[in-house]
């Protein structure tokens, strides 16, 4: 198993975010951006495509095992699921969504304020189902976890001139996302959410996309789309920080992504390529 056993007390994982933690919701919307075909999922248990961006389980379902859950959690729009299957854990991502609204409507993809209300229906429809208290207690002691903002950069400012480039300079869209990520925090907190794990960005200038259009050296990554994303990893980690001292009860874990993608990065041979 990838991550160990974890004795902490959590009720369920509930995701928010983008193609890193979209178990197939995509598939149930009208958009082109989707994994619902192989070679997605050729990991996976039956080696079937679900819609996950990824050969198999994603890092939500890893975490989800390790607290002893369950192996795979769900996406909130597969009608295969229903609400006892969605109290231990629920995923309401969307690929290709952001912090920025207009960045979900360049694929016609779910956005993180839909992602809320989504949210908030399932809430009520856990009250129905375990009654007030207990489902109180549930969303209180689950961990929910925020991946996303990657594609704010990369759709809707490197590559889009039609996108928020236009209206902003990077250091000023960065603040932008980073308030908005502060207002979808204090949103979930309002609606229960008292562990949270917020995801910072990967070296986003090593991903393909971006590598293809380093003019300096071509293929290579870009050393100033890495340094946007350490720097707007420092900015969510002083919003950590300044979110757990402000909201009573609340316990923010800033996860770094940015630092073991690298690695592998830098060093394939040592993970196996």
Same mark, same amino acid.
């Given at each position: 198993?990838?991550?160990?056993?974890?004795?902490?007390?959590?009720?369920?994982?509930?995701?928010?975010?983008?193609?890193?933690?979209?178990?197939?919701?995509?598939?149930?919307?009208?958009?082109?951006?989707?994994?619902?075909?192989?070679?997605?999922?050729?990991?996976?248990?039956?080696?079937?495509?679900?819609?996950?961006?990824?050969?198999?389980?994603?890092?939500?379902?890893?975490?989800?095992?390790?607290?002893?859950?369950?192996?795979?959690?769900?996406?909130?729009?597969?009608?295969?699921?229903?609400?006892?299957?969605?109290?231990?854990?629920?995923?309401?991502?969307?690929?290709?969504?952001?912090?920025?609204?207009?960045? +979900? *409507? $360049? %694929?016609?993809? &779910?956005?993180?304020?839909?992602?809320? /209300?989504?949210?908030?229906?399932?809430?009520? !429809?856990?009250?129905?189902?375990?009654?007030?208290?207990?489902?109180?207690?549930?969303?209180?002691?689950?961990?929910?976890?925020?991946?996303?903002?990657?594609?704010?950069?990369?759709?809707?400012?490197?590559?889009?001139?039609?996108?928020?480039?236009?209206?902003?300079?990077?250091?000023?869209? +960065? *603040? $932008? %996302?980073?308030? &908005?990520?502060?207002?979808?925090?204090? /949103?979930?907190?309002?609606?229960?959410?008292? !562990?949270?794990?917020?995801?910072?960005?990967?070296?986003?200038?090593?991903?393909?996309?971006?590598?293809?259009?380093?003019?300096?050296?071509?293929?290579?990554?870009?050393?100033?789309?890495?340094?946007?994303?350490?720097?707007?990893?420092?900015?969510?980690?002083?919003?950590?920080?300044?979110?757990?001292?402000? %909201?009573?009860? &609340?316990?923010?874990?800033?996860?770094?992504?940015?630092?073991?993608?690298?690695?592998?990065?830098?060093?394939?041979?040592?993970?196996?390529?």
């Amino acid at each position: 198993m990838l991550f160990g056993n974890v004795g902490a007390k959590v009720s369920a994982v509930i995701v928010f975010g983008d193609s890193t933690v979209d178990a197939g919701n995509n598939n149930y919307i009208k958009t082109i951006l989707r994994s619902n075909f192989q070679p997605y999922g050729r990991d996976f248990p039956g080696g079937k495509p679900t819609g996950r961006f990824s050969n198999g389980r994603l890092v939500s379902d890893f975490i989800s095992e390790a607290f002893g859950i369950k192996q795979i959690i769900p996406a909130y729009l597969d009608p295969a699921y229903g609400i006892q299957d969605f109290a231990t854990g629920v995923s309401f991502a969307s690929a290709g969504t952001g912090y920025d609204n207009l960045t +979900s *409507n $360049f %694929l016609s993809v &779910i956005p993180m304020w839909k992602e809320l /209300e989504y949210f908030k229906e399932y809430k009520k !429809k856990l009250f129905d189902f375990m009654g007030e208290n207990n489902a109180k207690n549930m969303l209180r002691e689950a961990l929910y976890m925020i991946s996303v903002g990657t594609n704010d950069f990369i759709e809707n400012y490197y590559i889009n001139p039609a996108g928020r480039r236009a209206q902003f300079t990077i250091e000023e869209y +960065s *603040n $932008f %996302l980073v308030d &908005i990520s502060e207002s979808f925090i204090r /949103e979930i907190y309002n609606l229960g959410a008292r !562990k949270i794990s917020l995801s910072g960005l990967p070296p986003i200038g090593c991903l393909p996309l971006l590598r293809s259009l380093n003019i300096k050296r071509v293929g290579a990554c870009r050393a100033d789309c890495n340094k946007l994303a350490r720097d707007f990893d420092g900015k969510s980690i002083a919003l950590a920080a300044k979110l757990n001292k402000e %909201l009573t009860g &609340i316990n923010i874990l800033f996860l770094n992504v940015y630092n073991p993608a690298l690695q592998v990065i830098n060093n394939p041979k040592a993970y196996g390529r």
